[in-house]
């Protein structure tokens, strides 16, 4: 069965500064990847995909993610971080089959004004 | 257009009582997804259906879950005898079709469920 790690519970950026949200997954073949934001009260917003092609995929609010296949990895990045961009980020995988999303344990975003 | 509901917002029951979780998805899609997000986890997959019929219910964790979907819109999460384990917050998601490659799929704000 796939899974999904995001080794970063909490991390703390200032406003303006770069971010990076680590994400890798443990599937045979290359699975469907995605990230989604969850800000306090709303529901889960679907920021990027990545499906096939090029690696580097671009998302709303200025995201980008890269797939690394040799490091099972998919992390999100943000060149300048906005206090806006405050929430909970989810990295997610599907493998077909309905679609269903396997989903890792979250990072929570803390942008220090 | 109207987004993905859920109502309650909230439901506060005491443990052993039965309680039942509403999903009004978008209108025309075929697919819903029911996940299950306990405090500090992401969400977790319970159920899914594709018109009126569960696909998948895999998810489920045990006999005291149930959903149905009788007419292909709206759902409703069934827990029989609540335990204390089921606090979490319950959301629900719908997309175009679950088959045919991948539709994105749209959450709702989540039903808080927590058993006293």
């Known amino acids: 069965a796939q899974s999904v790690t995001q080794p970063d519970i909490h991390i703390t950026v200032s406003e303006g500064a770069s971010l990076e949200l680590r994400c890798n997954y443990s599937y045979g073949a290359t699975p469907y990847l995605f990230w989604y934001v969850q800000s306090p009260g709303q529901g889960l917003q679907l920021l990027l995909k990545y499906f096939s092609g090029d690696t580097l995929v671009q998302g709303i609010k200025g995201f980008e993610a890269e797939f690394k296949r040799s490091q099972s990895s998919f992390n999100l990045r943000k060149p300048s971080v906005h206090w806006s961009d405050a929430a909970e980020y989810f990295c997610a995988v599907s493998t077909g089959g309905g679609n269903k999303l396997t989903f890792g344990t979250g990072t929570q975003l803390k942008v220090e004004l | 257009g109207a987004g993905v509901s859920q109502t309650p917002s909230n439901k506060v029951t005491e443990k052993g009582k039965y309680v039942e979780l509403r999903c009004d998805p978008i209108s025309g899609h075929t697919a819903l997804y029911w996940y299950r997000q306990s405090l500090g986890q992401g969400p977790e997959f319970l159920i899914y259906?594709?018109?009126?019929?569960?696909?998948?219910d895999s998810g489920l964790p045990n006999d005291r879950f149930f959903a149905v979907r009788p007419e292909g819109s709206v759902s409703t999460l069934k827990i029989q005898r609540t335990e204390r384990g089921d606090s979490a917050v319950y959301l629900c998601?719908?997309?175009?079709?679950?088959?045919?490659?991948?539709?994105?799929?749209?959450f709702g704000p989540g039903t808080r469920l927590t058993v006293l």
């Open positions: 998601a719908s997309s175009l079709t679950a088959s045919g490659g991948f539709n994105e799929q749209f």
């Open positions: 259906f594709q018109g009126t019929g569960a696909a998948d």
